[in-house]
């Protein structure tokens, strides 16, 4: 196994970049060197017509990172609201996945062609798998390995994964040859995954928390009817008026503090801001601690070792 070009040691490595003015930035270094926003905006279950005007107000207010997804369907928005910013490409992190039916090592390298051409860029700054999908894994490995050539031609910056469990990375580690950089999934006070984050880190690959503020408890289909709102939870909100500030940026300042990549979504300009007003107070370990000691164990997302089928056959469009 070895990690990608530029890379001079395993770990995953923590710089703190911040405008001497508006303290408004965090950047980790990934395992292959990469400097990476740390916040980022998502834009699962936005709806395409919304999604280019959320793009535009997170890179008005100083995000500098978008995750999207092939099966999210609003890629193509993603980039419209990219280029109405009128920022250069080198300057915003794009981050997008490959959806299972696309999975192949040739399939594999034609969705990056569809990717970029929805995104309207040359190239993608973090590719990464969408789901292990354990019931078709040779298909995983083939796709995986398409990722390794795109980064090796320089079609895109880094790659990784998301959603895959400490057994998943341990067959794709041993049947590829680059560590992924990142492994984005559900993490939040109430599932935390600590065997995957153990895991992540035993192989210097950044943990990226998909529903980092919880607001995937309301997955549809998926939870049960007994569900918490985890922003309602009265322990995070003792700690958010201690420092007022909302519950949502004390979760993204727990998240960032502990040095994982958060990517809240949101369509709306007022939360945007919110979430991205998050570098100017600090969590002590107590309140970390107070926090991490909320983990239930229990998944409110698809569990990635579900095979499903009728999802994972969804086409992805031409570009």
Not at 30 to 55: I, R, Y
Not at 162 to 168: L, R, T
Not at 279 to 299: P, Q, W, Y
Request: hydrophobic share 40%.
């Amino acid at each position: 196994m070895t990690y990608p070009p530029g890379q001079a040691s395993p770990g995953v490595h923590w710089e703190l970049k911040r405008n001497l003015q508006k303290r408004d930035h965090m950047d980790i270094t990934l395992n292959n060197g990469l400097s990476m926003p740390a916040l980022g905006l998502g834009v699962f279950q936005s709806a395409p017509e919304e999604t280019t005007a959320a793009v535009l107000t997170a890179l008005n207010t100083g995000y500098r990172h978008i995750d999207t997804a092939a099966a999210y369907g609003n890629e193509r928005e993603v980039g419209q609201g990219v280029r109405i910013s009128g920022l250069d490409r080198s300057d915003i992190f794009i981050e997008t996945k490959i959806w299972v039916s696309d999975y192949g090592h040739d399939r594999a390298l034609h969705a990056w062609d569809k990717a970029v051409g929805k995104l309207g860029v040359e190239y993608v700054d973090l590719f990464i798998l969408h789901q292990p999908a354990p019931d078709r894994f040779e298909k995983t490995i083939a796709a995986y390995k398409a990722l390794e050539k795109l980064l090796a031609d320089g079609r895109v910056k880094a790659i990784g994964v998301s959603n895959f469990m400490p057994h998943h990375l341990e067959q794709l580690l041993d049947a590829t040859d680059v560590i992924p950089a990142v492994n984005q999934i559900e993490l939040h006070p109430y599932f935390t995954q600590p065997e995957v984050q153990a895991a992540d880190a035993e192989h210097g690959i950044l943990t990226q928390a998909w529903s980092p503020i919880g607001g995937i408890t309301f997955y549809p289909g998926w939870g049960g009817e007994d569900r918490r709102n985890v922003m309602q939870d009265p322990a995070i909100a003792a700690v958010a008026q201690a420092h007022g500030k909302t519950p949502a940026q004390v979760m993204l300042r727990w998240h960032l503090q502990q040095g994982r990549s958060a990517i809240p979504k949101s369509i709306h300009p007022g939360r945007i801001a919110e979430n991205f007003d998050v570098f100017d107070f600090e969590l002590s370990e107590a309140e970390i601690a107070v926090i991490n000691a909320l983990h239930s164990g229990v998944r409110s997302g698809p569990d990635p070792d579900e095979a499903r089928e009728e999802r994972f056959a969804l086409v992805i469009p031409e570009a």
